[in-house]
């Protein structure tokens, strides 16, 4: 069992490209959710979604964009990125709002 | 607001001895908590959680986490450290909205010397 795929593991791209994280998981959890970690800011929400079909805006989701056609699959789009969105991008998946919350690789986004 | 605080950037014990990992939080209503371990360049993996029920939780690797409302916290405990143990932890509580976020301290690097 995979659990939650990330790709790619890491990505140096210019300043005004456009980029999509992807995030695959094949538990058949409802929810899931991305968040990015910096350094002395720990984790925080961007986007979330309780199921296919719908999502939700998190505490930071200026300059990002996801979507959910399915359970599996919840990619993460940077329409034109800057240097603030360096950071590693982590996505996650629950059963339930309730439930604990598991973990992908990663995605270490630099941006020049 | 609800927040989570992890008052020390970095606990430092010996192997052999317990270690503590502290964790306060403020919340309206009842706290959803968990702990969460990362090792360098991985994931979060989940440790544990208290949802409801007995305040002396116990997960994986041999930790274990003491829920205590007055004071409200969530303290990781281990009675013997590893140096494996050695990481970064996080300690998490759910948003009480619809979004089912968890909202994380700034993490506590925990570093086990031989």
């Known amino acids: 069992i995979a659990g939650i795929t990330q790709a790619p593991t890491s990505q140096i791209l210019a300043a005004g490209r456009r980029m999509t994280l992807r995030c695959t998981q094949d538990?058949?959890?409802?929810?899931m959710y991305w968040y990015r970690q910096d350094l002395g800011l720990g984790l925080r929400l961007i986007h979330y979604?309780?199921?296919?079909?719908?999502?939700g805006k998190g505490e930071v989701p200026d300059g990002y964009s996801v979507s959910r056609a399915n359970t599996d699959d919840f990619p993460l789009t940077l329409a034109s990125a800057v240097p603030s969105q360096t950071s590693v991008y982590f996505c996650?998946?629950?059963?339930?709002?309730?439930?604990?919350?598991?973990f992908g690789p990663g995605t270490r986004l630099t941006v020049l | 607001a609800q927040s989570v605080a992890q008052p020390e950037d970095q606990v430092n014990v010996a192997e052999g001895n317990p270690l503590t990992v502290k964790c306060t939080y403020s919340?309206?209503?009842?706290?959803?908590l968990f702990w969460y371990v990362q090792y360098p360049n991985r994931g979060l993996q989940f440790l544990l959680k208290?949802?409801?029920?007995?305040?002396l939780v116990k997960g994986s690797y041999g930790f274990e986490a003491e829920f205590n409302k007055s004071q409200t916290s969530f303290h990781l405990k281990k009675p013997s450290a590893l140096v494996s143990d050695s990481a970064l932890y996080f300690c998490?509580?759910?948003?009480?909205?619809?979004?089912?976020?968890?909202?994380f301290g700034q993490g506590t690097t925990l570093q086990v010397k031989p």
């Open positions: 996650a998946s629950s059963s339930t709002l309730y439930n604990e919350q598991f």
């Open positions: 538990m058949r959890h409802n929810a």
């Open positions: 979604s309780n199921t296919a079909g719908t999502t």
């Open positions: 919340v309206s209503g009842n706290p959803y």
């Open positions: 208290y949802i409801t029920g007995d305040n």
């Open positions: 998490a509580v759910r948003d009480m909205s619809n979004t089912g976020k968890l909202i």
